[in-house]
């Protein structure tokens, strides 16, 4: 299994940017892909979850987010994008695409990340 991110960039304070992210490989069921971050010096931290069920999609954000950024996904469910509105320099990080995911049908969920993508936020 594979993910790939990008988007990433330099952006001024307020403006915007567009993440992707693809998974692929052997893939059975994904049941949530995500954006986490690593800002200098801290801890990895949540950014945003989505999950696709029949009838409704579900999302996540952390708090220091929500009302800014909008994460979504695709219909054949195997990419998620996060749209980041009003980027302040604080959103300066590096952000990882996570899945967590079957590989077969009897096999135990996993967690898979991507490589990560730098977004830098200038004041």
């Known amino acids: 299994v594979q993910l790939q991110a990008s988007g990433g960039g330099l952006v001024q304070a307020g403006g915007s940017l567009n993440l992707s992210c693809e998974a692929s490989g052997t893939i059975f069921s994904i049941a949530t892909m995500g954006w986490y971050r690593q800002p200098p010096g801290k801890q990895r931290e949540l950014v945003a979850t989505?999950?696709?069920?029949?009838?409704?999609?579900?999302?996540d954000y952390a708090a220091s987010v929500k009302g800014r950024f909008t994460i979504s996904g695709d219909g054949a469910w195997n990419r998620v994008f996060l749209q980041m509105n009003g980027l302040k320099p604080e959103d300066t990080s590096v952000y990882y695409c996570?899945?967590?995911?079957?590989?077969?049908?009897?096999?135990?969920?996993?967690?898979?990340w991507g490589q990560g993508t730098l977004v830098t936020v200038s004041s």
């Open positions: 996570s899945a967590d995911l079957w590989i077969t049908d009897y096999s135990g969920k996993q967690t898979y």
């Open positions: 989505f999950s696709s069920k029949t009838t409704s999609d579900y999302t």
